[in-house]
């Protein structure tokens, strides 16, 4: 073995040893906690679960029920069918309202966000549209669109394509001047600079948007089926309301809060995909 390989062995050892010290060094518990945060989650969920069976069952039955009881009402939906048919009633115009305002909000931030006409020309008219209430608007968008899917979609997106034209604005002109200059530097096109720099440091602010989206999509789901045509997940609460049937009505409100926690959740998880590098930056501090 030659002097440089000794060396070289040599200063891999104190290297070597740090990191297997880092590897065998136990996690305190709240670095562990902070590593499986769906453990927090479960219990904080568990916890309120049973706060509400417990404090939920001194109280009128007509103003307020508990989990035990929402289950067996959740399971003569089920059984009955309606339920089913109710989500599948509200996903239709969810989904297609949602991908409208998704893809709509997404090219039209681009657009005011890269040309001035086009921005000093929409900018009025998405400031008035965006404070005027959508519920004030569900009579005319009913007399224009009618009460099946086409008025649904069209008060869902009214309501949740805004967030994500705003946020799509506000991410591409808040990308940092410095990296357009290293694509100058680099000759880079401006439509390389726009594919390879603005949309990947836009793409928190879209995810952003696609996350406040979603929630008022949902919203803007259930206001459309209590104005138009009574169905979905909107009319079963309708349904139960007027028979007082509160255990029954809480079925689909649960059912609700669901479909926007699996919602958000998957945003995130495409969040993380599309932007690894956001990841990695924050976890060097």
Not at 173 to 185: N, P, Q
């Amino acid at each position: 073995m030659t002097a440089i390989e000794t060396r070289a062995e040599a200063a891999d050892e104190p290297a070597a040893e740090a990191a297997a010290e880092a590897v065998a060094e136990p996690l305190s518990p709240a670095q562990w906690l902070k590593r499986h945060p769906n453990v927090i989650r479960a219990v904080s969920v568990i916890a309120f679960f049973i706060f509400w069976e417990f404090a939920a069952r001194g109280m009128n039955p007509l103003f307020m029920s508990y989990p035990s009881a929402i289950y067996s009402a959740a399971i003569e939906i089920i059984e009955s069918g309606d339920l089913g048919s109710a989500m599948i009633e509200s996903a239709v115009p969810l989904f297609i309202g949602l991908a409208i305002s998704i893809v709509g909000g997404i090219l039209i931030g681009v657009l005011i966000a890269q040309f001035w006409v086009v921005e000093y020309i929409l900018d009025p008219f998405l400031n008035a549209l965006y404070a005027i209430p959508r519920v004030a608007l569900v009579p005319l968008i009913i007399l224009w669109a009618g009460l099946e899917t086409g008025g649904k979609v069209t008060i869902l997106v009214s309501i949740a394509i805004f967030p994500v034209i705003f946020n799509t604005y506000s991410g591409i002109k808040d990308v940092r001047g410095s990296l357009l200059e290293i694509g100058r530097a680099y000759c880079a096109t401006s439509l390389q600079m726009f594919v390879r720099i603005v949309i990947p440091a836009a793409i928190p602010y879209i995810m952003a948007g696609v996350r406040l989206s979603v929630g008022l999509a949902i919203i803007g789901m259930v206001v459309a089926e209590f104005f138009t045509a009574i169905s979905g997940l909107g009319g079963l609460i309708v349904k139960y309301a007027n028979s007082f049937a509160t255990a029954k009505l809480f079925v689909p409100v649960i059912m609700i809060a669901v479909l926007g926690v699996a919602l958000t959740e998957l945003v995130q998880f495409l969040e993380r995909r599309f932007s690894r590098w956001r990841i990695l930056e924050r976890e060097r501090f």
